[in-house]
């Protein structure tokens, strides 16, 4: 069962746009929401994350919007570029064990910049 | 720094083969996962370790073996390969202080 609920599945956005990318949980448990960025033929790496005690965090044309109440979630990049096309995951911890974090993941948005 | 690297790049098996993915980091990270991404579900964790010796399974685990002898390495088995298996595979880890994956290149696998 997907705990994590991405949406659109795909965008494309002209160059200097604003791309924005939604994510939707139910655990109330979640406790961190992370999101990755995957260029073709390359592991995902951390773009942002934010923890649920603050509703915004900006990272420069990265930021992460938080409605705990809603429990959503969304990426929005501002003055979108080319070199922003790859495919954006967003997820959420479940839980710590032993000190693990386990992430679940949304099912992807492959975000395109046209020039 | 290597970082997480990961061997094979790309493998084809047949239904009933087994073979391991192995998969290593230098950065002396506690945590290692092993994840599967397949188009429309993002990542799910297969397995992961908290440290040399301990093992747990994530949210599929049917089909795939895990050991963590070391701390540098976490090989992914698979024990009778399936068709259903047929992914990219990544590995990844993390250290205990911060939450940040650090993921691998990936394994393309696929059985026929």
């Known amino acids: 069962q997907q705990q994590v609920k991405q949406s659109p599945q795909s965008l494309i956005v002209q160059k200097g746009g604003i791309s924005i990318i939604n994510c939707a949980y139910e655990?109330?448990?979640?406790?961190?929401f992370p999101w990755y960025q995957q260029f073709p033929g390359k592991g995902p790496a951390l773009l942002i994350a934010i923890r649920p005690d603050v509703s915004e965090k900006k990272e420069g044309r990265f930021t992460i919007s938080f409605n705990k109440s809603a429990k959503q979630f969304s990426l929005h990049i501002m003055d979108s570029q080319p070199g922003d096309s790859a495919t954006y995951f967003c997820?959420?911890?479940?839980?710590?064990?032993?000190?693990?974090?386990?992430?679940?993941f949304g099912q992807g948005t492959r975000l395109t910049i046209n020039p | 720094n290597a970082g997480v690297t990961q061997t094979p790049k790309f493998q084809v098996l047949k239904t009933g083969q087994s073979m391991t993915l192995q998969c290593a980091q230098d950065m002396n990270h506690e945590y290692m996962s092993w994840y599967r991404q397949d188009p429309g579900m993002g990542l799910r964790l297969i397995h992961y370790s908290v440290g040399a010796g301990i093992t747990d399974q994530g949210e599929v685990p049917n089909g795939y073996n895990v050991s963590r002898s070391t701390t540098e390495d976490f090989p992914l088995r698979l024990l009778s390969a399936a068709p259903s298996q047929t992914s990219v595979y990544f590995c990844?880890?993390?250290?205990?202080?911060?939450?940040?994956?650090?993921f691998g290149p990936g394994t393309r696998l696929t059985v026929t």
């Open positions: 997820a959420a911890s479940i839980w710590r064990i032993q000190g693990a974090q386990k992430l679940v």
């Open positions: 655990n109330t448990a979640f406790d961190y």
């Open positions: 990844a880890s993390s250290r205990d202080s911060t939450y940040e994956q650090y």
